[in-house]
């Protein structure tokens, strides 16, 4: 049986409220150890979890859910000398594509914070009382 109207509002405001506090921690974790935003850490994860790692700018806007002029502002950060984390490149067969590879320092990185995201999540997620249920919710989600 459905929830009503409100129900239905009132557990999606839940959620939100939820997702919204868990990005808020993590946001704060990853500036404060490893002066790297959320997107930025995705970013990563995108870039380290694909099969060259590498991206076209345009796959990555569309996974990270930023504009395009944001991702390509993004990307340049993270390539930036002092940053290191990743370097752009052209296509060869096609000049307009552009691609972002994941340096090895970016790797690093990513790992590191990659721990650490995984405690907090586990950790807030425990705070919530909701841990097993929402792993068991996913599981159900992704078969």
């Known amino acids: 049986m459905l929830p009503n109207n409100t129900e239905c509002l009132d557990l999606w405001l839940s959620v939100s409220h939820f997702h919204s506090s868990i990005n808020d921690k993590l946001e704060q974790v ?3 150890q490893y002066d790297i935003s959320l ?9 380290s979890s694909s099969s060259c790692k590498e991206l076209r700018l345009q796959q990555l806007q569309e996974k990270v859910g930023l504009s395009q002029s944001a991702t390509s502002r993004l990307v340049d950060r993270m390539g930036a000398p002092s940053v290191g984390a990743l370097e752009r490149h052209t296509c060869t067969l ?11 320092l970016g790797e690093q990185k990513y790992e590191q ?14 705070r919530y009382g909701i841990e097993t249920e929402l792993e068991n919710l996913i599981r159900k989600l992704l078969k």
Do not use: C, N, P, W
């Open 94 to 104: 096609d000049r307009r594509g552009i691609y972002t590879r994941i340096t090895e």
């Open 39 to 47: 997107k930025e850490f995705y970013v990563l994860k995108f870039v």
């Open 30 to 32: 990853l500036l404060g």
């Open 113 to 126: 914070a990659l721990a650490t995201v995984s405690q907090v999540l586990h950790e807030e997620l425990r």
